[in-house]
């Protein structure tokens, strides 16, 4: 499986970006995929997940929870990350990232994802 995300840029506080990640190759074998964020100097962060098929499961970090929404489109590969009300504690590079199967439990856990997408840088100003 290859991850692609972009979408990343500039914004200012309280600003929108929406971010796109396209799978591809072994897609039919993905059971969900999640977005992380990496500030410098820090780890990684979990920041949303989404199952790829079947029943809707989307689950949010706290940080997050009610700014931004991850979604999906099966038909294209593709899962989005709708970031609204931006902070400039926001800021990071985001990657996308997707595991083979996993329990809700782990999905905040990045040593649980296999594949990984190259990261788009999102910077927001104060």
């Known amino acids: 499986v290859q991850l692609q995300a972009c979408g990343g840029g500039l914004v200012q506080a309280g600003g929108s970006v929406k971010l796109s990640c396209a799978a591809s190759?072994?897609?039919?074998?993905?059971?969900?995929l999640g977005w992380f964020r990496q500030a410098p100097g820090m780890e990684r962060e979990f920041v949303a997940y989404?199952?790829?098929?079947?029943?809707?499961?989307?689950y949010y970090s706290d940080s997050v929870k009610g700014r931004f929404t991850i979604s999906r489109d099966n038909a294209k590969n593709t899962v989005f990350l709708q970031m609204n009300s931006l902070k400039p504690e926001d800021t990071g590079v985001y990657y996308c990232?997707?595991?083979?199967?996993?329990?809700?439990?782990?999905?905040?856990?990045?040593?649980?994802?296999?594949?990984w997408g190259q990261g788009t840088l999102v910077t927001v100003s104060s």
């Open positions: 990232a997707a595991p083979r199967k996993i329990s809700l439990s782990v999905v905040a856990d990045p040593s649980r994802y296999e594949y």
């Open positions: 190759g072994r897609t039919s074998s993905m059971y969900a």
């Open positions: 989404i199952r790829w098929s079947g029943g809707r499961t989307d």
